[in-house]
Every structure is written in structure tokens, then in C-alpha cells.
């Protein structure tokens, strides 16, 4: 009776135990957007960090709000300790075991720390030379600045911010703007002609006949002041042309590419001509694995023959990890 009773009260204890973790579902990258936004524009406002930046980085470092150490802690940033941190603290396993990181009493509280981490600290002073529309060079800047240890972190901010659209937060009523976006999903073209085809958010209309940020399914980008599109499955130049009415020869030249050149899924497809350098004020490119002079000069909306020209390389030139690449 007493071995019965023992199992009975075990089965519960694991039960209840389960449960709540059953029970509990994942928060998505838009509830989380949703439920943090509103502080993400304030800082943007107050200190000048991109509001889209600061969401990219929530999403990324906390994933979504649902990592162990944002759900036990508050740290939705991977801020560690240092020296200076005079607050609570939990050790968690990252670069190294057991590693020393900030803990908060709210998640909002993180996002202050988050501000005034970049605000107060000296290496990150160079950032806010960027405007805080200029998203692309901030997501560059904290990798080089040594925010993250991860290879591809700007790569990978400017991928969550492009996707979900986090730059029309940088706008000016950038909440209202993206909670517009968002529930005008089945009808974008129609919403932003409606809404955001202001004179200085469209790409010369005489000539292309888009807004800067969708036209007929595409979304318009930019980069070093630039647009672009991301070319979808079974894309061509010629296709890409039709839509923005420009021929298939000049998009390609735009882009570097041979005639009759073809396009995969994902790729970056210039419907103006790049720039001869980097206008923001970064200097250099450390090379990353699998990295080529072609996919950086995409990247950063520079030709490829005045790329090649900075660095006194010559076409089909391979350039290896760690090699520095000059970008003005």
C-alpha cells in the first residue's frame, strides 16, 4: 500500500511538473514584434538606435523571447556581465561554460540596459554616425564593433529585418506604418499606393513606376542608397524587367552579369545603377568563409569593377577568410 501510494504521488509530481511546459506555446517573431515595438521606436527616438535594429537583435539574441536565458533572466540582448555591472547575474554556457550574464527584474528593463549599453559605451560611438534609417550599416557596425562573436550576425540581422519588413518601424509613425503593412498583407501594392507613395519614398515613378516599398509582389530595398529586389523562384532578368520597365541588358550590367545570365531564388537583382563605393562609413570588409568580391559587391550596392579597382584586384580574383577588402 505504502509502495502504491509512493507511485501515485510521484505520477502527480511529474504531471504537474509537465504540464505547464505542455501547456506553454512558443511566442512568434510577430508577437514579439508586436509586444515590443512601441519601446523599440522610444529608444529610437531618444538615442537615435534603429528601432528595427533593436527588434532584429531582440528576435536574434532571445529568439523570440523563448531562449533559457531571456525566459530566466530577462536578457533578451546576451549582454554579459563585465566589470562594470553592479546588478543581479545567472551563468550560462556560450563562447565558454558557465559564463557570467546580466539578469533584469522586467524585459523592459533589458531593453533600457540594451540602449544605454550601446549609448555608454565607447565602442560603440561609431554607430551612431549612422542614421537610424540606415539599418544595414548598424548591422554591419556592431559586428565590427565586436557585438557578437558569430560570423555572419549582420548578415544574419539584415535577413530577419528584410523579411519581416522591421524597417518601416524607422520610419517617421514607423509603428503605424508596420501595423498598416501587416494588415494590408493581401493587398499590399494597393495599400502603399493608398498610403506611402509620398515624393521622397518613391524610386524616380517616371521611370520604374514602384514605391520604395512593393510593386506588383516585390519588395523594394536598398542598400548604399540603391534599389533593389530579391528575385523569387523561376525569376529572369527579362521578367524582373517587364515589371519595373527597364531591359533585360541594362539590369543585367546593373548587376555585373554576363548576358543571358541567370537567376537563382534569393538572389539580389539592382534596378539602378550601383554606386563606386561605400557611402557609409565603414572602410572595410573582413572576408567570412564562402564570401567572393561578386557577392560583396551585391551586398553592399558597390560595382564590381570599382571594387576590384580599391583593391588592385584583377577579375576572377578569389579572395580568402580574413582577407580585408576595401570598400572606399
Known amino acids: 500500500m505504502r509502495m502504491l501510494r509512493t507511485i501515485l504521488l510521484l505520477a502527480i509530481f511529474v504531471l504537474s511538473a509537465t504540464l505547464p511546459v505542455i501547456g506553454k506555446e512558443r511566442q512568434t517573431r510577430e508577437e514579439y514584434v508586436e509586444r515590443y515595438k512601441a519601446i523599440a521606436i522610444a529608444h529610437m527616438e531618444r538615442y537615435g538606435i534603429p528601432a528595427s535594429i533593436t527588434m532584429a537583435q531582440g528576435i536574434l539574441e532571445s529568439d523570440s523571447g523563448n531562449s533559457t536565458l531571456s525566459t530566466s533572466s530577462n536578457n533578451h540582448f546576451g549582454i554579459k556581465c563585465k566589470k562594470s555591472w553592479r546588478g543581479d547575474r545567472v551563468f550560462h554556457d556560450d563562447d565558454a561554460?558557465?559564463?557570467?550574464?546580466?539578469?533584469?527584474?522586467?524585459?523592459e528593463a533589458s531593453y533600457q540596459?540594451?540602449?544605454d549599453f550601446l549609448d555608454q559605451s565607447p565602442r560603440y560611438d561609431s554607430l551612431f554616425a549612422y542614421p537610424s534609417d540606415d539599418y544595414r550599416s548598424w548591422a554591419r557596425g556592431l559586428k565590427a564593433c565586436g557585438y557578437a562573436t558569430a560570423p555572419d550576425y549582420a548578415e544574419r540581422l539584415i535577413k530577419i529585418i528584410e523579411s519581416m519588413k522591421l524597417y518601416l518601424l524607422d520610419k517617421e509613425n514607423g509603428?503605424?506604418?508596420?501595423?498598416a503593412a501587416k494588415r494590408a498583407t493581401a493587398n499590399?501594392?494597393?495599400?502603399?499606393?493608398?498610403?506611402?507613395?509620398?515624393p521622397d519614398e518613391q524610386i524616380n515613378p517616371n521611370a520604374f513606376r514602384v514605391t520604395v516599398n512593393s510593386h506588383k509582389g516585390y519588395g523594394i530595398y536598398r542598400?548604399?542608397?540603391?534599389?533593389?529586389?530579391?528575385?523569387?523562384?523561376?525569376?529572369?532578368?527579362q521578367k524582373i524587367g517587364e515589371v519595373f520597365?527597364?531591359?533585360?541588358?541594362?539590369?543585367?550590367?546593373?548587376?555585373?552579369?554576363?548576358?543571358?545570365?541567370?537567376?537563382?531564388?534569393?538572389?539580389?537583382?539592382?534596378?539602378?545603377?550601383?554606386k563606386t563605393q561605400w557611402l557609409g562609413n565603414v572602410?572595410?570588409?573582413k572576408v567570412v568563409r564562402d564570401e567572393n568580391l561578386y557577392a560583396l559587391s551585391q551586398s553592399y550596392g558597390i560595382r564590381l569593377k570599382s571594387l576590384m579597382k580599391l583593391n588592385h584586384l584583377r577579375e576572377g580574383t578569389d579572395v580568402k577568410k580574413g582577407e580585408i577588402i576595401r570598400l572606399k
Open 97 to 107: 561554460k558557465g559564463e557570467c550574464f546580466r539578469a533584469y527584474p522586467s524585459v
Open 283 to 285: 572602410m572595410q570588409h
Open 113 to 115: 540596459d540594451h540602449a
Open 223 to 237: 542598400s548604399n542608397h540603391t534599389f533593389y529586389v530579391v528575385a523569387k523562384e523561376g525569376d529572369t532578368y
Open 188 to 198: 499590399t501594392e494597393g495599400w502603399f499606393e493608398s498610403n506611402t507613395a509620398s
Open 245 to 274: 520597365h527597364i531591359s533585360a541588358r541594362t539590369l543585367e550590367k546593373f548587376n555585373d552579369v554576363a548576358k543571358g545570365a541567370q537567376l537563382n531564388k534569393g538572389d539580389i537583382v539592382y534596378i539602378e545603377r550601383k
Open 175 to 179: 509603428g503605424k506604418i508596420y501595423m
